[in-house]
Structure formats: C-alpha cells, structure tokens
C-alpha cells in the first residue's frame, strides 16, 4: 500500500501539474486566437486522432501487463511500433490534402505536416515509458510529463503571441514530444532499447489486435463530435463543443488521469500475484464518486463563471452545453474505470466487444444532434451515455461480479458528500443568479466554501478518502521539509565555501 500511495502522489502530482499548465495555455489561447482558428486546429487533431488510435496498438499496455517481460520481447514491441507508426506518418503525409478538400479548408495541410512529424518520433519513447509505468516509477514520469508541458506551453503561447495562429498548437505538440524522448533517455536507467526485433510479433499482435480493436472505437468515440459537428455545424461551433467537453475533461485530467495510470500498473499487478481485483475496483469506485459527484454539480452550476475565467465571453456558447454535459459527469465513475480495468487484466476482447455496442450509440446520437443545434447534440450524447454506463455494468458484473447492491453500498457516503459540497454553490446562484457580470468573486467564494464543505463532509462520514487525503497531505508536507532542509543545507554549504580561510 505505501507504494502505490507514493505512486499516486506523483500521478496525481503529474495530472495536476499538467492541468494547471493547460489551464494556463488555454486561457492565454482562447483570448490570442479566434473560435475560427481553434476550430481548424480541433478539425485537423480529430483527423489525426484516427491515425493516433493504429499507433498506439496496445503496444504500451502489453508492456506494462505482460507477466513474464523479457527484454526480446520490449524490443519486439519497439519493433512493431517502428513499423506502425512510420507507416502511419507516411499516411498522414499522404492524405492531407484530400482531407482539407474535404473540409474546404487549405489550413488544415500544414497543421496535419506537422502533426505527421510525431508519428517518426513516438515509437522511440513507447519501451521507455511503458517500462517506467510497469515498475511504478511514477516519480521519473512526473518529471518528464512537467518538464516536456513546460516546454509546449512556452512553445504554444509564443508562437500564438507572434501571430503564428493554429500552427502554434501544432507546433507545440511536436516540442513536447521531442521533450519527451529527450528525458525518457535521461531518466530510463536501463537505457535505451536501440534495435527493434520481431521475435515475439505474434504475442504483441495477438494481445495488441483486441486493444486496438477496442481502443480505436473508443477514440473514435472522443473524435466522433469534432469530425461530425466540424462538418456539419461548422468550425466555429466545434471550437466551442471542444471547449465545453474541455471543461468536462478537468476531471479527467486532474483525478482520472492519477489514478487511471496507477490503477492500470497496480491491477496487472495484483493480477500477477492473485490478488482480488473486485475488491480494488470497488474501492477505486467508491474514491471516483467522492470526487466526481461534487465536482459536476459545482461545474453544472457555476459553468458560466468558470467559462469566463478560462476562455473569455466569446465562448459564452459553451455554458449552456457544459452544463448539459455535467450531467453525463455524474456518471463517468461508472464508464471511465472498466475499459482499462478490463485491458489490465488480460480481457482485452472483453473490452473490444463492449466498445463495439457503446460506440455506435454514441456516434448514432451526435448525428442526430448535429441535425439541430449543439444544445441537440449534448442531449443526445446524454442519452446515449446512460445506455452506455448500463451496459458497462454488465460486463463487469460478467467479469467481476460486480452486482448493483455492490455499487449502492460503495456510493452511499459519496452522496452525503456531493449533497454537502453542493450548498455552497446552489446558495451562491441563488444570491446572484446562474449568469452574473461580476463572475469572479462568487467563483472564489464557492469554489472556497465548497472545498471546505467537501473536506468537512469527507470527515464527518468518515469516507475511505479521508485517509488517503490525509497521507497525501503528510507525503506533501514531508517533501515540502526535504526541500526547505536541502536548500537550507546548500545555503550553509555554499556560505562555508565563501568564507575566507584562516591561516595557521
């Protein structure tokens, strides 16, 4: 247990870093550049994500959940990569210009060059990286996600601030994994793995042909809506969809990504030793509903100030779908953990087969939405979404056992939390409306009020988060004296060297 909470102290140190240096990039971004220019850029990342889904492969996830990891078989999985991911770049390159004929936008052939420059660069950071998520060495990957976000950021709002306009997000993407490869080298201990192999292609391509499966349906999924609604409705309205799924996607970034990198790593594991995998997946549950109920009925709330903050009035079109979509929030805990819970333990078909129904409904749903308006498209996607958390409960309840007495039990407590955190905001809307011109201050004073309310909450219902709040907080202040005793030892140590000599 003391290591996975490290390991989740330096995940969720590495999803909270990274989200507040996106935060950053996008409220500097969303005020250089017009909805118009977000748009292409959106367009043109949805194209690439196609290409984004072949690449992956499953490749890192076999890395990491494999149970007996030779070195022939990190170099075969490098191989596979090498072989991918060039292919897949030459394809882009390739392309290009049929997909801006068919948006009927040029700009999108030099966003998507770019773009395409990834595709020659990533399979050298795949063993790498995959290697130091399989061994838990989270610490290493805080330091490369922060460092190489630093450098995309400084990239991106440069570029954007000199007049570059989307080509500054492109631009961006590549100095980030550029970075990333750089301290992978630096940081992987075993160095690198420089010569691809093919000797065990048929374990890679047998366990990474169902991830992939279940894998690209599932981003075509997340793509779905910049791709449909892009051509449908137009560049501008896809940039404001994308920034109200952006606001839903600070959940995802701040806790799922923490405990969805852990979560992966920590149940291969558990697989490895026998451990009893339904009993973790309900206590992962029962830690998300805490988080996520009280965090969307606040977003649901005060979307029109938090809007304002990130992006500016003219994305005043977003508030009203960010709030639609809060909604599907509600029920994230219940989706977001079963595809990699069930990829982790070697039911990559399982995840295939599910994704193959879930999909389809979703997509279904936003093209009958973007025969309306975008308010259309976010009902539809909540309708849909309730089908989709149904179904995910069947295939756990399947694979696991997991009934639905089992998720009651584990969800009590998260109520009385998410009832508690959401006075403070219902009281502010209430005193000064849903769409006030002084938005700050009511934001500072829910968003301050409701945090208190959650802690006092958590404790009063004595939730299993309680503790590991309270080994964050320690692991935090712990490290915090490291740092004020290092640098108080260097001071000392640097005094003692400038002092002068005294003879004898």
Partial sequence: MPGIRRSLFFSFSQAYVGNALAFISVMVIARLLTPQEIGIYAVAMAVISIAYILRDFGIGQFIIQERELTRDKIRTAFGVSLVICWTLGTLVLATRGVVADFYGEPGLIDVMTVLSINFFVVPFNVPMMSTLAREMQFGKLFWISTISGVIGMTVVITLAA????????????????????????AFHRRGLVLLPSFKHWRAVLSYGGYALGGTSLRQLGNIAPDLIVGRMLGFAPVAQLSRALGLIEIYYRVVMEGIGRVAFSSWAKR?????????DYLRALEFLTALAW?????????????VNLLYGDQWADAVDLARILCVNGIFLPFIHLVPGFL????????????????????????????????VAVGMALVVAYLLNVCLHHLFMRRTIGISFDDIIRVSGRSLIIALATAIPPVTTVFLTGLTPNNFLLPLL???????LAWLGAVWASNHPIKGEVMNATRMAIRKIHEILFNYRVRQMHDSDKSRPSEGI
Wanted: aromatic letters at 8%; hydrophobic letters at 50%; glycine letters at 8%.
């Fill in 445 to 451: 004073i829910a968003g301050t009020t409701a945090s």
């Fill in 271 to 279: 697989l490895r030793e026998g451990g009893d995998l339904k009993a």
């Fill in 343 to 374: 990829m982790a333990t070697g039911n990559a078909k399982q995840m295939f087969r599910l994704s193959s129904v879930t999909v389809p409904i979703s997509i279904t749903a936003i093209i009958i939405g973007s025969q309306h308006s975008l």
């Fill in 294 to 306: 009280p965090f969307f009925i606040f977003l649901g709330l005060m979307a029109h100030h938090v």
């Fill in 162 to 185: 000199t007049g570059h306009s989307y080509m500054s997000m492109a631009w961006s993407s590549i100095a980030s994994t550029f970075a990333t490869l750089l301290l992978s080298i």
